[in-house]
């Protein structure tokens, strides 16, 4: 499969902010950069004091601190809108640093599919052949001593020696499960907060001056890739549920006044309203990896778990192939 390097959106921005505001917004990345250092990806859960650690939340770090209505505003566009998705004061440090640990790059990302994401799973589809069963919706995992039956939307079922499971938690809480998850998945079921987002593609006969990447409290625009006259936007948090909640028309209205011009064409998806995503990406608040978060890899009986949920790095692609691997030799030694 074929890649190639784009420009990161995150590029020179930084957040306009002056004085004590500035120190500790730097502060913070710092104490974020030194606890990764310090965890092992694998095991984050481990780290002394991981119970506090978990507990507290990037926004409470700032506050007790004495951010100013100011820095808080500005690290709420800079780590919830731009990034992930949910507010400042529903992110847990040790996950956010854990993620680092691990290997992601907020605003670093450079590694771009030729053709997308969705001609990975074409590809990988077509290796397959007729062995792909298409828009077949489960709605009950029953498992034996002798294998798993997926029961479908349709009345049929489908039986194997294991099942993998690579769904979001939000369509996982859907499914009817004999016999029942174990507590700790259940819990993860209950208690899991996954983001707003909305996305938009902007393609342009000439793009406007710019500069970009161009951030503000509504989200971020960038130029993916500097030989095509296109441009992305991303918002999460408040203002992508505040764009989910209008139509097609006002929404390309209000992204292409941050872009700085009408685009020829536009489309854009709020994961919201997706009816297999149900939200953008897991983010765990205070408590949850402790508690839950750093188990959702376990086999239970018949039934392994795939999904970026299930890996280091909840909430990015190389998680859900890593995870993909994992179970792939999971399974493998067990049959």
Same mark, same amino acid.
């Given at each position: 499969?074929?890649?190639? $390097?784009?420009? =990161? ?7 306009? +902010? ?29 780290i002394?004091g991981?119970?506090a650690?978990?507990?507290q ?11 100013? &209505? ?14 992930a ?46 062995r ?25 079922s489908?039986?194997?020696r ?16 004999? =016999?029942?998850?174990?507590p ?23 793009? &406007? ?21 296109? $441009?992305?936007?991303?918002?999460g ?8 909640? +209008? ?19 536009f ?6 309203h ?8 897991v ?12 188990? $959702? ?16 790095l909840?909430s ?20």
């Amino acid at each position: 499969m074929a890649t190639r $390097l784009a420009e =990161p959106w995150g590029g020179e921005l930084a957040p306009a +902010l002056e004085g004590a505001d500035a120190d500790l917004f730097q502060a913070l990345h710092a104490e974020v950069e030194t606890l990764a250092a310090r965890i092992d990806p694998l095991h984050p859960e481990d780290i002394d004091g991981a119970g506090a650690l978990d507990a507290q939340t990037l926004g409470g770090w700032l506050a007790e601190r004495g951010a100013s &209505p100011r820095l808080l505003d500005a690290a709420e566009t800079w780590y919830a809108v731009a990034s992930a998705s949910v507010p400042i004061g529903a992110i847990s440090l040790l996950h956010y640093a854990a993620k680092q640990a691990a290997g992601a790059a907020p605003n670093g990302l450079r590694v771009r599919f030729a053709g997308g994401p969705s001609a990975l799973a074409a590809r990988m589809g077509a290796t397959l052949g007729d062995r792909v069963r298409l828009s077949a919706e489960v709605v009950a995992v029953e498992q034996d001593a002798a294998g798993v039956q997926l029961s479908l939307a349709g009345g049929s079922s489908e039986r194997a020696r294991r099942a993998v499971l690579a769904l979001p938690l939000t369509l996982q809480r859907e499914l009817r499960f004999d =016999p029942p998850l174990s507590p700790h998945r259940r819990e993860a079921l209950s208690r899991a907060h996954y983001g707003d987002a909305v996305k938009a593609g902007l393609a342009y006969d000439e793009l &406007p001056a710019g500069p970009y990447p161009v951030l503000d409290e509504r989200g971020v625009v960038h130029r993916p890739d500097p030989a095509l006259p296109l $441009l992305v936007f991303f918002s999460g948090s408040g203002p992508a549920r505040a764009l989910a909640a +209008l139509d097609e028309e006002e929404r390309r209205r209000r992204v292409a006044g941050l872009a700085g011009g009408e685009p020829s064409a536009f489309r854009s998806v709020a994961w919201r309203h997706e009816r297999y995503a149900r939200g953008s990406y897991v983010i765990f608040g205070p408590g949850d990896l402790t508690s839950w978060g750093y188990r $959702l890899a376990e086999p239970f009986g018949r039934l392994h778990f795939a999904g970026s949920e299930a890996s280091p790095l909840p909430s990015y692609m190389n998680g859900a192939v890593t995870a993909g691997e994992r179970v792939a030799r999971e399974v493998l030694e067990a049959t």
